[in-house]
């Protein structure tokens, strides 16, 4: 299962770090993802890592505005920020992230996800 | 495009068989996967790939795809199965995940 950590309430221009706990699987070995969910909007997928290395894949939407890292020592995934803005108040759900591909075609899947973090920045 | 498209709606008679349908070019080649979503909880994964289920996801939910649409059906649909669903999958450049803008399913 993923456990993420606690809602935040921040103020404009200040930083935060957000974690997602790994446990019952190895966390090394599959990337965690991150996706946002601004109020009464849809989800949008922000990027992942591969904790065994610390591979960073960013949304070009993303790109530049968060670091998503990981600390495979305590299988827990990151997302921050070094200055927020009113417009990232989202709830935030890291989710474990698989894929099978041949030499044709696969898929991808994430699942769990974590039970999201809710951040309010509001001045 | 890398766009995946979705109607904002759907409705279905308690009991009725419904389709959610999901449309990008990059699902000609690539399987998406769909997820459930209830007001205040985390998405669910339902489907995934050709036709996958995750353990513990009812039967009564399959997936299919066929050219550049991808499909959800959920055969005998019940009150639990009014929530948002999305389709997701990779984009055209094969690196990023994208997710379709959801469908709000009303069972009546």
């Not at chain 1, 600390?71 to 992230?97: E, G, N, P």
């Not at chain 2, 639990?80 to 997701?88: G, R, T």
Request: net charge neutral; hydrophobic share 30%.
């Amino acid at each position: 299962q993923l456990v993420q950590s606690g809602s935040e309430v921040k103020k404009p221009g200040e930083s935060l770090k957000i974690s997602c706990k790994g446990s019952g699987y190895n966390f090394d070995n599959d990337w965690i993802g991150w996706v946002r969910q601004k109020p009464g909007k849809g989800l949008e997928w922000m990027g992942i890592v591969y904790p065994g290395d610390s591979n960073v894949r960013y949304s070009p939407s993303f790109e530049g505005q968060v670091t998503i890292s990981a600390d495979k020592s305590i299988s827990t995934a990151y997302l921050q920020w070094s200055s927020l803005k009113a417009s990232d108040t989202a709830m935030y759900y890291c989710a474990r992230h698989r894929a099978l591909y041949d030499m044709l075609t696969g898929y991808d899947w994430l699942d769990p996800w974590g039970q999201g973090t809710l951040v309010t920045v509001s001045s | 495009s890398s766009e995946l498209t979705q109607d904002p709606a759907v409705s279905v008679a308690l009991g009725q068989t419904v389709t959610i349908t999901c449309q990008g070019d990059n699902l000609r080649s690539y399987y998406p996967s769909w997820y459930q979503q209830k007001p205040g909880q985390a998405p669910l994964l339902v489907i995934y790939g050709k036709n996958n289920r995750p353990s513990g996801i009812p039967d009564r939910f399959s997936g299919s795809t066929s050219g550049n649409t991808a499909s959800l059906t959920i055969t005998g649909a019940q009150a639990e199965d009014e929530a948002d669903y999305y389709c997701n999958s990779r984009d055209s450049s094969g690196n990023h995940l994208i997710f379709g803008g959801g469908t709000k399913l009303n069972v009546l």
